[in-house]
């Protein structure tokens, strides 16, 4: 049968026939017929959108695209490229995956839940705490989460959050921070940083009983690894507040175990494996200590049973119809969450990025223990090289701090920063531009390649 | 002639990874030096940060490639997507998800860098420019920020800018009205923000009820959220009467868009006297669901709160006639700030966009006009009462004396996906179903036959069921009273 559509949407397959035999079961005469909308706020107008087809589309958008310009990116700062492996685009686009939604129905999604729960376990492998959802929107809404979460379970009447000042913490964290303490009576102070590392004496002069969380990150937002975050979370700890860590799964593959230090709750990126350069879209990681489950925001796989109802007989091939002892996955502790528990819900989230958890998964298990921290040394040794070469060339020092770094590091020029970013531009390449006199080059598996043409390019416009 | 998802996995249990055949344990550091091991650092031997930098050692799976392809295939088939059947979800709106948008988000140009300059990512500016252009118009809104990760975040945002709009004016209002069925997101998105959250009960016919609103406004309102059509698809017939009550008392009415693709093409939030609204671009927009997420929810508004949206915003910049336009972007005047650490999630809204170019006008209104006959097709087909009518895309049906959830679980072994249970609770054991515009008549007819199939049989059949799919039904009291929330969990429980 031939299918005669009009201009109608490509995706609705109805034939004319078929339309006009539903329409009669439903009894009307057209379409129309069926909205019950007013005269007074029907829109009769048009958008304006003309429709297009598939090729066209995408003609159009590669003819867009194209118009950014083709620069090899020396760029972090929160979002981070790392080569992703064929395996995850050809896996999770299968479209079991991609075209399911929350598991509402676990006994026809346990593929989709298991793979959430080996997300969670590699979480919580890479943190050393028992509980990790299975993701927030990104590190900044994690960081805003961990801010209330601390503010819910807290023992004490304060009402300060401690994070770092503006030039180690992005202005887009710091802002969804200051967004979700909002409609609460918490407030967000600064710390001082001293060469790359927490200021441990001047933040224990701010640390009182007044606070509710410390927010630290390593390695921070300019890459440099920091060396005393036991203290950090002590001192937190002696005030009664918790200590709130920002990582990514790459770093937290090497550096150290979040939990050996007695951190209360990790948050950050877990989008830097499984996702490309994609203009900051991530994945926020959020895990935590056992005493703060029913705190914990986002959405929880768990292991179950099957529930078997007494005296039932169920099974139509003849096996035995008790319990199978078989372990299955659900969603669990939703009492937690916005659909159950409204207004008090511990956060409003529903949709999150379970896709981009799934892939981070994936590639996680691709690499391995070994890979991953072959991964996570290698952004160590690449960034201590190239900011090495950058420092060899009359007018730039790297790094501008005395520590070790992680994928990236402040480069000071005696130029202003801005002038060479453009002329670096101009020679194809990206990179940060933090200060007057301060730039930021970061450095993964993704642009190594390039970092000998980097170099030269910096040694041209010095 | 039902899809039968026993033929995946009922051989019994799959095992996750990392159970302790597959995982290894990695010593991790090990560097001799303390800290300026950097020397170490560039020729590669041994690990290039000092032992007391590092986690003593890392322990996961260590799988070949082609085991790893067999473990997610296999996980694959252990779920179930729009592409595996009908997937009739109320309020999720599970259409399908055209291949090309997913080629077309994954052209090599796109992949940039929040941080890139302006002058050099013209491109994703221009898309990010056009969808808001797209967006604007569909929804009749003056101004949209694209930034919202998803619809509760939109509504987070949304709330908001409502509440900076009302804090300009020196006008402390701390009230948001919603109404007992609304999602349980608003309430939630009202709360982080700060607000009380006053409830509105529905009237006999399922809508607003127009006395308890009058009653429920006051100078402490700062904004009522609603979405149209509502909860159970009706219309909200009186939505000028709403608006009016609503701005009388000076605050502002924000439109849930999870219901919008009932209304492409005939009605518009913006036309309706909505100030702001949300849209969940994988819900009218087509863009994959993904097992939860990645999803968007832009933020829209009308002229007047423009100033207060998310930051930054993407805007052409002024040319001369002769050269094409450029964008820019800015940060609107008295910006709320940000939702999202970066500009949300890009992926998903160049999917949006290419959707909305496809379908273009005519496909728009067809997809609401097909959605919501598909609904009614549908609604007619089976033996449940539909209480609320006349319902658009989406109805709410009761199971009556029987168990909403046992039904939903029975209807499984009919090879479908269930409707939403048990919400809105006005509906007693409500079972809200959304076909969307992709099922063809047959499907329909499928899922009215497992409706109606689940309708005549006894309590004891429901409350067992399922029987065919990969797992039966699952203990959610021992999940809950005893949590294993990874493969750590269930070895110290030694299992
Ligand atoms: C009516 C309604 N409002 C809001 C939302 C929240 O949207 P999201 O899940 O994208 O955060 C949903 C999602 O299911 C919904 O159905």
Redesign the interface.
Known sequence: MTRER?????????TAA??A???D????DD??A?????D????DG?????????AE??A???R????????T?F?G???Y?HYVPS?V?H??????????????????????L?????Y???????TGL???N??M?????ALAEAA?LAGRVRATTGARVLVPEPAFL????R??L???V???DLSVETYPMDDGNVDVEALSELVDDDAVMVYAENPTVRGT?E?RIDEVAELAHEHDALFCLGSDVVA??????PA?VGTDVVVGEAGVLGL???????LGIFATREEF?RQVPG???????????PG?E???DGSAAEA?G?????L??Q?R?????????T??????????A?RTA?H???L???G??ELA?DC??RA??LA?RIDDIVGYQAPVHDR?HFREFAVRCDQPAAAI??DL?GKGF?V?VVDEHLLQVCVTDANAAHADALVAAFEEVA | MYYDQARYGQNGEYEPLLSEKDSTTVEVGGAASSAGGDENAADGDGSPLPDHLTRDSLTLPELSEPELARHYTRLSQMNWGVESGPYPLGSCTMKYNPKFTEDAAGDPNAAVHPDRSEQSVQGTLEVLHGLQEYLGRVGGMDAVSLQPPAGAAGEFAGILVAKAYHETRGDDRTEVIIPSSAHGTNFASAAMAGYDVVELPSDEDGRVDLEALRAAVSDDTAALMLTNPNTVGLFERDIVEIAEIVHDAGGLLYYDGANLNALLGRARPGDMGFDIMHYNVHKTFATPHGGGGPGAGPVGVVEELAEFLPSPRVRETETDSLTEPGYELFEPERSIGKVHGFQGNWLVLIKAYAYIARLGDEGLADASAKAVLNANYLGSRIDYEIPYAPFHHEFAATAGEQDAADVAKRMLDYGVHPPTTKWPEFVPEAMLTEPTEIENRETLDDLAAAFNAAASEDDETLATAPNRTTARRIDQASAARDPRLSWHALESDGE
């Open positions: 009009g201009r109608g949407s490509p995706f609705a397959p109805h078929e339309t035999a539903m329409l079961a439903v009894g009307v379409e129309e069926l909205f019950d909308i007013p007074e706020v029907a829109f048009e958008f304006g959108i003309e429709p297009r087809g598939e589309i995408r159009e958008l590669a867009t695209f194209a118009k950014n310009d083709d620069l990116e760029l700062r929160g979002h490229a395996l685009d896996l999770s686009l299968r479209s079991e995956f991609l075209t399911s939604y929350t598991q509402y129905q676990p006994e026809i999604t346990q593929g989709f298991q793979a959430l729960f080996e969670q376990s590699l979480l919580v492998e890479l028992p509980v990790a299975c993701s929107y990104d590190a900044a809404t209330r992005r202005a887009g964290k802002g969804v200051d967004n979700y909002d409609g609460t690894i060396e937290l593959s090497l550096l150290r175990e050996s490309p350069t994609s203009y900051g879209m991530g489950l959405r929880l796989v768990g292991a179950s049973e099957e529930r078997v109802a039932a169920r099974n139509g199978s078989r372990r299955v996955y659900t669990t502790l009492t969450e916005q659909h159950i528990r409204k207004e008090r819900a956060s409003n989230i529903c949709t999150n990025q379970a896709w981009v799934l994936m996680a298990m691709y391995g223990p070994s991953l921290v040394e160590v040794r201590a090289d090495g070790h970013a453009e531009e990206a940060h």
